[in-house]
């Protein structure tokens, strides 16, 4: 009886040693902030330019977007979660978020919504 236990203890030991290994070997991933309060990531937002065909024909739409984000502030890439529902209001969207600085830390995903209203006749 004495035998089995020691034995399973053992493995137990064994166990617990590997899988603290496997913990340190996944790497670490990047934390995900939501919302629309960018102010609190970032410190220069650029607004995106509503673009002309866009405005001319009043088309508007709202849209999903993630920035990926160093931990130096700099926006390395931005991709669409849910378009707006043009190709160019998502572009707009792309080449102004990269653009955008965010305050210093941890490698982060920020999601974020924009919106395009188109103007009133």
Known sequence: MRRSSLLQS???AIL???GSGLCL???QQPEVFTGPDLGRYFKRIWVPTYPYAA???RVGGRGTYRAYVEPN???TSVVVIKSAGLRELDDAVIHA???WVALPGK???IDFPMAFVPPAR
């Open 25 to 27: 070997a996944i790497p």
């Open 107 to 109: 490698k982060r995903e």
């Open 97 to 99: 978020a990269l653009g």
């Open 10 to 12: 053992g493995l137990i």
């Open 55 to 57: 405005r001319r024909n």
């Open 16 to 18: 617990i040693v590997l």
């Open 73 to 75: 502030g700099k926006v």
